[in-house]
Structure formats: C-alpha cells, structure tokens
C-alpha cells in the first residue's frame, strides 16, 4: 500500500514525522497548501490511500483518479470536502476520524461562551484603539446551556459547563443518556437555553437545521455558539437575530465559507466573536490525529 498525505500544511508535517511508526505504510508527505481538482489526478496517480486535511475533492476530478481506493480524511466533517456516497460508485472509500479531539473542541467552546458572555472581543479590540471599553456581562452559573447533538465534544461541554455551575440541557436526534444532562425535546431545548451550543454532524439532514423558524424559538437574549459547521445554522436569519437583539451573541469557530471573506457582515457586527476553524488546534489533538490516521492506514486491505 502506497500512501500520500496531500495538504500537510500548519506544521502537520511535522506531526506526521513525530507520530509515524517503524511498521507504518510507506506515506509521501506533501507540504501543498491549495491543490485546486484540476491537479488531482495527476497528483494522486499511483497512490492507493490519501490523507486529506482540507483539499476540495469532488467527484468529477476524482474520477479520474483511477488508483486510489481510499481518502482519510482528518476529522469527522469530509462531506463539507467531497461526496462519501458519489465516491463510494467510484471505487472510494471515504474514512473519517472521531473523537481526536473532543477535549480541544469542547474547550474552545466554552472560551467562546465565557468570551461572549463578557464581551471580551469587544473590550480587547477597543482598547486596542486607545479607548476605555467597558462592557456589561452575564453571569453563568445557575444559567442553563444547551447542546444541540450529544457526541464525544457535547459530552466534554457538559463535563466542563457541569462543573462550571451551569444547568446542562441536551437534544440528540437517537436517544442518549448521560450523568449531569437533563435530555430534553428541542422546543424545551431552544425555548429554556441561556446558551445553545451545536454538536451536529453535517449531513443532508442537519444542513440548514437552525433555520429561521426554530432561531425564532430559541429564547431572547440567549448565545449561540458553533463550533460544528457553519451550513448547519441559517446564516442570514442568524445575522437578523444578532441584530434585533434577539440573539445576545454569537461565538462562531465555523462559517459557510471558510476562509470567512473580508468584509463580511459578521465581521462588521459587535456582538459576534469570532475564530478561525481552529477549534481542534492543539498539540494533542494533532497528535491523536494524525496517529488515528496511521492506524486506519494500517487496517487498509492490500491491493
């Protein structure tokens, strides 16, 4: 088995050096940042597995790529990058990692609340300018946060936000149970929710699933929180809720599109905290990954 990682960019090639073990599949490791698909099929030729972090791979280009059987792709979010059910006809396989980073995204969820909550983007960017910028914020404990989905990251949220002193709703769309979380229908979930954090998996069904209606629903003055995927919220009724002042904040890792363009509306409203898609951005969630990486490379059967 001949593998390629396609796009170690952001130091992943390194990672990838430090975590490879002596046994591992023979892997070439291509430090490319943009690789449009018209350079696909000549990249990819010979190579039976990739590991794709973030290169667009849509099915007319992979067709052509008639030596790979399988896409590693770095994270649970590969439909945002390709079409798992277009490819499988193809020949490909499409594998996803879960759980590599469920502490590092759990944690960079709860920074955004905390700094939404105390409008610290606000006071920080303000000062900056040379201006004595104060803010009024909202206290969390006793206030109750709800996690719309419950896997391994809204898990570590409600670990975190529990012992924060915070009431933890959840809504999952196949039952679940957990100590600490009271599981809830959605209407209760948006209705009683101080802060609502996403924890969805993208797909056809959860695309648009914040819609206007149910953002309507969630309760005045609340936060939202994202750091699942941007398709997965009504971006434009979300920016209305903003502002109108129904949706106190909004503390958004993800976007529709990424890189977030210059000057866009969500750049330009005050109540809004932004990063980058970089949630998952640890030295130990890198580590995990790219070793979770290795190990599918390693159960791949041989062609």
Known sequence: MKGLFMDAVDDLASVFHRMKRPGD???TVNEQGDIAPDELPALLAGYDFVLDDHTQMPTEAMRECKDLKHIIFLGTGARSYMNP?????LGITVHIIKGYGDTAVAEHSIALMWAATRGLAAMD????AGN???TEGMELTGKTIGLLGFGGIAAEVARIAGGSGMKVLAWNRSPK???GVAFVDLDTLLAESHVLSLHL???DETRGFLSAERIARMRPGSILVNTARGAL???AAMIAALESGHLRHAGLDVFDIEPLPAGHKLTTLPNVTLSAHSAFRTPEASDNLIRLALDIA????KV
Do not use: F, K, Y
């Open 233 to 235: 919220v009504d971006e």
């Open 132 to 134: 004595w910028v104060r």
């Open 85 to 89: 059910e277009e490819l499988a006809e």
């Open 125 to 128: 960017s303000g000062m900056r």
């Open 298 to 301: 390693c159960t791949l059967p």
């Open 201 to 203: 998996l993208l797909n």
């Open 177 to 179: 149970s957990a100590p």
């Open 25 to 27: 599949p023979d892997v």
